[in-house]
């Protein structure tokens, strides 16, 4: 596809559950991001790769939360003993790299603990 | 501490006229601005962006005026169409700082009156 995917669209998680939001940029993206968006706030930075190195992980909440990018491709987001604080929209982004600005959002994954 | 700030949680404007959407910010190390629109179920889309070194930025009908001494832009949205109806978003960066990830205002909800 020509966007960024994110799967899956909606997950519900019991408190204390782990969860995995995965990530697939736009192809040739260099640059990726993780954002949190709790309801009725604008998205927080969450950590960025560039290919596969996280250059920055400072947003992360918790040590309940870790990113991966092995390949410098697809990311995933894995949350640990989910709690009910965890629930909001997890947004990815990617951008061509560093010089390039503007990042290209996904749909998000809406991430609900009960 | 909110670093950007949209003080208008919403915003009503008729369909023809125009549309100004604020947005403040308190780190005089932002150098680069964006606006997002956001539609529900969707992930953000950028909109029009500013480098510090301008004060204005023209896109068809939207534009983005830059004060820094101030630390202030706003966005232009001229005429207003139906199809503007959605959350806007004012991002800002630190170019070059090592931390690429968006720091977001919590939006303006613009709603276009027929």
């Known amino acids: 596809g020509a966007g960024v995917s994110q799967s899956p669209r909606y997950k519900v998680a019991k408190r204390g559950q782990d969860v995995a939001l995965r990530c697939d940029p736009i192809?040739?993206?260099?640059?990726l991001f993780w954002y949190q968006q709790a309801l009725g706030q604008g998205p927080e930075f969450l950590t960025y790769?560039?290919?596969?190195?996280?250059?920055?992980k400072s947003g992360l909440p918790s040590d309940r939360f870790f990113a991966e990018r092995p390949e410098g491709s697809v990311s995933t987001l894995k949350i640990q003993r989910t709690q009910q604080e965890d629930s909001a929209v997890y947004l990815c982004?990617?951008?061509?790299?560093?010089?390039?600005?503007?990042?290209?959002f996904g749909p998000g994954t809406r991430l609900t603990v009960l | 501490d909110q670093q950007v700030k949209q003080n208008s949680p919403s915003l009503s404007v008729q369909e023809g006229r125009i549309s100004i959407l604020n947005c403040d910010y308190t780190?005089?190390?932002?150098?680069?601005f964006l606006w997002y629109k956001k539609y529900p179920a969707e992930g953000p889309t950028f909109l029009i962006s500013?480098?510090?070194?301008?004060d204005k930025n023209e896109d068809g009908r939207f534009t983005v005026f830059l004060n820094k001494s101030a630390k202030h832009l706003s966005l232009h949205i001229v005429p207003s169409q139906p199809g503007d109806s959605a959350v806007y978003f004012c991002?800002?960066?630190?170019f070059g700082g090592g931390a690429d990830g968006l720091t977001f205002g919590k939006g303006t909800h613009l709603i276009i009156q027929p």
């Open positions: 982004a990617s951008s061509l790299g560093l010089g390039y600005n503007e990042q290209f």
């Open positions: 192809s040739g993206h260099v640059s």
């Open positions: 790769f560039q290919n596969e190195a996280q250059l920055d």
């Open positions: 780190n005089s190390m932002f150098d680069y």
């Open positions: 500013i480098s510090s070194i301008k």
């Open positions: 991002a800002a960066r630190i």
